[in-house]
């Protein structure tokens, strides 16, 4: 065996000095390409004239509370597609990487790596020509205490906020429920997971109560932040209707969450308020089937049941017969429909904007697999990184606005009148748009929360 090589385990200790991280795990793997390292709130700048990138890391494992703030000389962006098909835009930097007693530059792609674990991954190219890795043994150049951890990174602890913060949902383990919770613990906030399920409530004029799993009261949270399925959303929504009750914030209401979820209702409130939409239909009787479809400018056409998600029960009827069928037959079951225009130049694209607190977070792109319509990341669509223009970003905001969502995924379709409003969703899922953009929506999301108590606080001095 060459004796000028480093033998390696499959996870091992290292440095990266330049950036200001002591102490970083590591997975070791020979089979990815290129090294990542874990980081949020990733921004470029420039810094005498060059371009430069900074970022946040939560360097230990299991511990969000501990934040170095990073900067890095530029050196490139690629796009990185994940096994799960989503496109990613990835900042990558040049650094030292220390491990043992040597160091060598390494390049490294900056990407949220929340849901693998290990915040550094060490790919091959990093390797090629000084490292030999023994897959069957871990940390044969050290292992690094817990002890040792805290005392390296003991001025790098985030301050402690206070605030108790109830994430009102279906399961724990749903990438956007994490998120959501590690954001607002790693901003010093005591976060708790409420399953809608486990809560039951008092209904009283004097003292409204909800109670949890075993008698449990939940008198004492600041703020929830509801994210219901549209499956429970009755009861969902009754539960955050009890917390407003009990004068707790909720991020979204109960009443902008109902009426998010009535399509038919959403789609009159928003041309009530200026938001074009593509033309679309509603109509109760098997009679108005040939009327309907001539409304709506003929066949293609879109028919959306009412109740359908995630682009569950959105189906395209290229013809006037197809249409006619697809109506009739929903019809026959007593479903609600909404007929809708086909926008062909769309392409089968679509934009997801984020709204925070009436402002755009970020934007994705959309596109529907290779003979599909419908555009949905669960229907096998991809994302991508795009830039919105500013009547896109005025719609989405005008959207939430109308709807009275403080958190909204805005979905807008590009047309040749210009962009429709699809759909204003009160639950929007992060795992797409976190990893196409590298943006922290989860923290966008807390955010929200202190400042509408900064606000409180400044109202009540003044």
Known sequence: MPSNKIILGSEEWCAFPEIGLPAIKARVDSGAKTSALHAINIAPFKKEEENWVKFDINPIQNNLKTVIHCEAKLIDKRIVKSSSGFREQRYVIQTNIKIGNDSWLIEMTLTNRDSMGFRMLLGREAMSGRILVDPEQKYLLGQTSSENLKELYANSVVNTIGLRIGVLASNPELYSNRRIMEAGEMRGHEMHFLNIK??????????????????????????????????????????????????VFCLNSAAAITQSRDKLFSLQ?????????????????????????????????????????????????????????????????????????????????????????????????REAAPGEFRANIHMGGTASVIKPTQDEKKIAIKAAKAMDLKVAGVDIIRSSKGPLLLEVNSSPGLEGIEGATNKDIAGEMIKAIEKNFKLKMDESIS
């Open 198 to 247: 486990e809560c039951y409530m008092k209904l009283d004029a004097e003292k409204p109560e909800i109670h949890y799993r075993g008698g449990k009261i939940l008198d004492n949270f600041d703020a929830i932040i509801p994210r219901i399925r549209p499956s429970i959303t009755f009861y969902g929504c009754a539960l955050t209707r009890q917390f407003q009750a009990m004068k």
């Open 269 to 365: 409130l928003l041309l009530r308020n200026g938001v074009d939409i593509p033309t679309t239909g509603f109509a109760n009787s098997p009679l108005d089937t040939d009327n309907l479809i001539k409304m709506v400018g003929g066949p293609p056409l879109i028919v959306k049941l009412l109740e359908g998600t995630q682009g569950k029960g959105v189906v395209l009827a290229e013809t006037k017969k197809a249409a006619e069928s697809v109506i009739n037959a929903f019809k026959s079951l007593n479903a609600n429909i909404l007929v809708q225009e086909f926008i062909k130049e769309a392409d089968g694209k679509d934009l997801r904007l984020f709204v925070v607190d009436g402002k755009v977070v970020a934007t994705i792109q």
